[in-house]
């Protein structure tokens, strides 16, 4: 798998300063290498490449194709499948207000949630975050479904595969993650995302996406080749300095998420990031890895002692996850 930085040629500003990541290979059989590796990037910058994951590269141009050819549908088509109470489905433009603050609209987006799927009849259904996906019909986008299930149950076993070298980061055991609590039966959801081609204007409130840290676990994101996502290591610096991330073909970005802040005490980083688009239309894939609805995240025992006592209450993911979609993203009745 290539492991070669790859960016588009864009107008980009002169300051525009670019960020580097470790790079981990998770074919690596020196599994302490990878962990010391992922141990810097989490102290660090609380972001990393991933390479040699598993996906090839052919499917992964596949679902970005068949993304393409959803958000390429008129609007009025996309409207149908507009995303439900259980945050599946389709978000129009300005749906997600990610940094109400700084934005004077929503986010630049549009997107398509596809969580785990549960049928109707299933105990499970009635949690807020289970259910049955939203999905196209299948003679507008045929196999459009099939492609995007496989992808989600390939990105989990990658998600899993990180997790694991995480809890060894973490002094904790490999599988510290897997119970059903947990990873067993996770929140895991994939999120398709489009960025219309209007060039960000920060100083205005314009972003593609605004600064946000991700709610979960860990996010695996996948990106073609047009640079725009920007991280800032420092959210309290004060004026605060942002770094593109460059696409890295074959490769994953990887980010931690709030959850493993507080699970780790605030060792590990969840990192503030954000998306400028400079005129030219952008394709990503994300997927957020959370734990399951009862799980509740509390300070790790590797991770307090008497001079470092936990920083954060326990949450229960249900709760914590609810109140974060609800604070970001728009009213659906506000689209009736």
């Known amino acids: 798998m290539a492991n070669s930085i790859e960016v588009n040629e864009q107008e980009l500003p002169t300051s525009a300063k670019i960020s580097t990541l470790n790079c981990i290979d998770l074919s690596n059989p020196d ?6 590796l992922l141990k810097q990037a989490c102290l660090d910058s609380g972001f990393f490449h991933l390479i040699n994951h598993g996906i090839d590269e052919e499917f992964m141009d596949e679902v970005f194709e068949q993304s393409k050819r959803f958000f390429d549908l008129p609007m009025k088509e996309k409207m149908k499948l507009l995303r439900n109470e259980k945050h599946r489905g389709y978000t129009p433009v300005f749906d997600e207000h990610l940094d109400p603050v700084n934005q004077i609209h929503g986010d630049y987006k ?4 596809i969580g785990i799927e549960v049928p109707d009849d299933d105990p499970d259904a009635n949690k807020p975050f289970y259910g049955p996906n939203v999905w196209p019909p299948s003679d507008i986008l045929p196999a459009w479904r099939e492609t995007m299930e496989r992808y989600h149950r390939k990105a989990l076993d990658v998600a899993r595969a990180v997790a694991s070298l995480i809890a060894l980061a973490l002094d904790l055991d490999g599988d510290f993650f897997d119970p059903p609590e947990m990873l067993g039966k996770s929140l895991a959801t994939l999120r398709l995302l489009h960025y219309e081609g209007r060039t960000s204007e920060p100083a205005k409130g314009i972003f593609g996406a605004g600064a946000h840290s991700d709610f979960g676990l860990i996010t695996l994101l996948a990106t073609d080749s047009i640079l725009g996502l920007q991280i800032c290591k420092d959210k309290d610096a004060e004026p605060q300095d942002w770094e593109y991330v460059a696409p890295l073909k074959g490769a994953f970005i990887v ?12 060792i590990f980083r969840s990192t503030l990031h954000r998306v400028l688009c400079h005129g030219q239309e952008r394709y990503s894939i994300a997927y957020f890895v959370e734990p399951g609805h009862d799980c509740i995240v509390e300070c790790l025992p590797t991770c307090q002692s008497t001079e470092n006592p936990p920083k954060f209450p326990p949450i229960k993911c249900e709760s914590y996850m609810l109140q974060r979609y609800k604070d970001t993203h728009a009213d659906r009745n506000s689209y009736k």
Do not use: K, T
């Open 255 to 266: 980010n931690l998420g709030d959850m493993l802040e507080r699970w780790s005490n605030g």
């Open 110 to 113: 549009e997107g398509y949630y």
């Open 31 to 36: 599994i302490q290498s990878s962990v010391s």
